[in-house]
Structure formats: C-alpha cells, structure tokens
C-alpha cells in the first residue's frame, strides 16, 4: 500500500515558485529573512546573518525494496518534504545490516571552512527516537553531529542520546539552524533563531549534510522539513 498518492521528483526539472527552472534535485530560492527579537533574557537574531548561500544537488537514500513515493513526498507550493519510516523497513541497500532510513542527502562534501544547514522541521507526534538532521563525518563516530527527536515531554530534540535542546515540539513548526566550523572542531545549533549549544565534532573527515528519518523505535516516524537551505561562511 502506498502511503503518497501524488507525484515527487522526476528526472526532468521543475519549474519553482520562484520563476526560475531549478533541477529534480536543486532546491528552489527562498526569500531571505532576517530577525532580531527578544526572548526572554536570549536574544533571537539571523544565524545565517553574514554567511552566503549555497546550491546543493542531493539525492535520497530509501529502504531498497520499496518506491521513494511510498516514503517520501514533496509539496512544491510549500516547499516541504515529508518523509515517513516503518518500523520494519528494510536498508536502504539490498543485505545491508545498517538501520533503514528515509533521507535525503546532500551533494555538499566539505574537509574545512564553516559549513550551515537551515530549515522548519515538524515532527509529527509519536516518533520516537528518530535521527532527523546530521553533519556526516567524523574519525571516533560515523557523524559528527546528530538530531534525534524523542517522545519526552511532548516530543524534545535531542543532541545524540544526551542534551535536550528544546522541547514541545510534537507537531509544531521548529526552525533548525546546524552550523559546523570543521576547522575548530565546533558544532553551533540554533532552535528558533536561539543558540542552545557548541558541541565537539567527531574528528577530521569528510563531511556532508543529511536530513529526513534514520531508523525509528515507533511503528511509524513521520516528520516535515521545508525551505531547507545551505550556507557557506569563509
């Protein structure tokens, strides 16, 4: 049974909201906006303020024995990608012992410089433990850096198993900013335009950007990412 009915990305380009032809797998422009808010004693402010903006290709990664449009859909007028994961679901390769996944992966390999990643996720309520958004690379981890949602308190980010970095966020719209400065070793995050913490990578490597749904512990792991956006600082 497929779970999305309609069409997503074919081989041949779309033409964006924008007015401007982009690729299958070239994300569209995104208006550019900026904020500066008080919150509390923490000052919101534009993360990406300074840094310069990236066209990345991507591709998806799937379990193998099933179509992407059964996991996957994407909604050009908003500009969202959902994914959807089963417990149960096969790798994303054919005898792969590695956990399935619904993700996308971008086209961004980096081994220096200051690397962003920018996007509103929805997590939808019930997805447990699924791993949403990482930095990919690392000498002691496979990544340098990871973003699992979990079932506490009304669905809470996680950094790994360890720091929560915010919570509530069970079908709520959460803006995500990941910074990744691969010459010092330092990964920012930002949740609403608020720094809630500098963690150490994993060591030097190539990296890249992934994001959508790394294994689940939920019959089903359901979350939203749009206006997804990449920057460059030098």
């Avoid at 149960?88 to 990643?117: H, I, K, L, W």
Wanted: glycine share 6%.
């Amino acid at each position: 049974m497929k779970y999305f009915q309609f069409i997503i990305f074919s081989a041949i380009s779309i033409i964006t909201g924008y007015g401007h032809h982009v690729n299958d797998n070239e994300l569209p422009a995104q208006p550019h906006y900026t904020a500066e808010i008080l919150l509390g004693n923490k000052q919101a402010f534009d993360p990406t303020s300074g840094w310069t903006e990236q066209q990345y290709t991507f591709t998806f990664h799937k379990p193998w024995n099933v179509n992407l449009n059964e996991r996957h859909r994407f909604d050009k007028a908003t500009n969202t990608h959902t994914f959807l994961l089963l417990k149960g679901d096969a790798s994303f390769q054919q005898n792969s012992t590695t956990s399935p996944r619904c993700e996308m992966r971008v086209q961004n390999d980096y081994t220096s410089g200051m690397n962003q990643f920018e996007a509103d996720y929805k997590v939808y309520k019930g997805s447990q433990h699924p791993i949403i958004m990482q930095v990919f690379g690392g000498t002691t981890s496979a990544t340098a850096f990871n973003m699992k949602a979990y079932d506490e308190n009304e669905g809470s980010f996680k950094h790994y198993d360890s720091k929560v970095l915010q919570t509530g966020i069970y079908d709520k719209w959460q803006h995500v900013n990941v910074i990744h400065n691969a010459d010092s070793g330092k990964v920012m995050v930002y949740i609403n335009k608020v720094l809630k913490g500098t963690f150490n990578d994993k060591g030097d490597a190539t990296h890249y950007f992934k994001c959508g749904i790394y294994t689940t512990r939920s019959d089903t792991s359901k979350v939203e990412i749009r206006n997804i956006r990449f920057w460059v600082k030098k």
